[in-house]
T-cell receptor, first 114, second 118 residues
Framework: DAGVTQSPTHLIKTRGQQVTLRCSPISGHKSVSWYQQVLGQGPQFIFQYYEKEERGRGNFPDRFSARQFPNYSSELNVNALLLGDSALYLC?????????????FGAGSRLTVL | KNQVEQSPQSLIILEGKNCTLQCNYTVSPFSNLRWYKQDTGRGPVSLTIMTFSENTKSNGRYTATLDADTKQSSLHITASQLSDSASYICVVSGTGTYSGAGSYQLTFGKGTKLSVIP
């Protein structure tokens, strides 16, 4: 079985640009969450989606948005990029939004903003 | 405020030696505690998950302990290998109703960076 897949793996953008990151969850998993991890820090929660509905939002500005598709894949969009948005963006999937489920993470998308 | 503190921040040990990583948390009410291993530039991989009633759980050479009374957990690595070099992240899940900040209510520690040298 394929794990959580994310694309692209690496990308470089300049300030003010927009970026879209993609995530495909494990087959059968209906919940997807997005995290931002800056170097040397633990992941910070951005969004959680379950059955195409937003179930949670972290403390991030409105420049960050996401959606989940009928096949449970998800996209994270970041507009008006800032230097501080440079980070590893992690997607995690689980069966549902219960806190008891194990999260399975993807390998991440490394975003560099110049 | 929910917090997870890990120590030490970084650790260097010789191959074959044992080590113990610490995690203290203030998350309340508590649901479960997880340890993840994260290789550099990769996503975290789950090692163990423990609920309130579990005191210890093993996964190969990794053994996690939990003291829910003192809100402390440890991850013990036995007979370390070079491939154990990674960051180890402690994650605590709270319980409660949907708060808008994520149904998981997961609180991540900053991790302990372990380097195993020959």
């Amino acid at each position: 079985d394929a794990g959580v897949t994310q694309s692209p793996t690496h990308l470089i953008k300049t300030r003010g640009q927009q970026v879209t990151l993609r995530c495909s969850p494990i087959s059968g998993h209906k919940s997807v969450s997005w995290y931002q991890q800056v170097l040397g820090q633990g992941p910070q929660f951005i969004f959680q989606y379950y059955e195409k509905e937003e179930r949670g939002r972290g403390n991030f500005p409105d420049r960050f948005s996401a959606r989940q598709f009928p096949n449970y894949s998800s996209e994270l969009n970041v507009n008006a990029l800032l230097l501080g948005d440079s980070a590893l963006y992690l997607c995690a999937s689980s069966l549902d939004y219960s806190g008891a489920n194990v999260l399975t993470f993807g390998a991440g998308s490394r975003l560099t903003v110049l | 405020k929910n917090q997870v503190e890990q120590s030490p921040q970084s650790l260097i040990i010789l191959e074959g030696k044992n080590c113990t990583l610490q995690c203290n948390y203030t998350v309340s009410p508590f649901s479960n505690l997880r340890w993840y291993k994260q290789d550099t530039g990769r996503g975290p991989v789950s090692l163990t998950i423990m609920t309130f009633s579990e005191n210890t759980k093993s996964n190969g050479r990794y053994t996690a302990t939990l003291d829910a009374d003192t809100k402390q957990s440890s991850l013990h690595i036995t007979a370390s290998q070079l491939s154990d070099s990674a960051s180890y992240i402690c994650v605590v899940s709270g319980t409660g109703t949907y708060s808008g900040a994520g149904s998981y209510q997961l609180t991540f520690g900053k991790g302990t960076k372990l380097s195993v040298i020959p």
